[in-house]
């Protein structure tokens, strides 16, 4: 990783950590959840911080965002249309040709093992540049 890209993670993973102490409510402890989950399921990813004011998590192209909004936690995966979901995490954005979502409402729990499979397989498809896998 570039000394310029580092600076710029460390950065966002400042502003993504004073966002969720900003919700103080079951939004940022559900952001900071999805979070933890993404940092096991990649060590490499980076942090950024878009869009103003969108957490994104990043390795060799964009793997998610991070939303928060009055009743729900949206995590969008910016490939998840060709991403295989066996546990059926994506509930939301399911009629688009690119992007699926996932939204949290509160009380909500998401299977951890399910969604950092999601991540690992959207970080393989970056690494493979992006293309659909061959039936």
Known sequence: ????EKKAGEAA?????E???ELGD????????????????DPDVLE????????V???????CTGETYKAVVKLTFFKGAVLKDPA????SSLEGNVRRAI?????EEIDAAAFKALIKAAVALNIAGGKKPKR
């Open 48 to 55: 950024e911080w878009k869009w103003r004011g969108t957490p």
């Open 19 to 21: 966002k969720i102490a």
């Open 1 to 4: 990783m570039l000394d310029q």
């Open 13 to 17: 993973s400042k502003l993504i950590s």
């Open 103 to 107: 939204d949290i409402h509160e009380g």
């Open 57 to 63: 998590w990043s390795h060799d192209g964009g793997i």
């Open 88 to 91: 059926g995490l994506f509930n």
């Open 26 to 41: 079951w939004r940022g402890a559900t952001l900071a959840r999805m979070r933890s989950l993404i940092l096991e399921a």
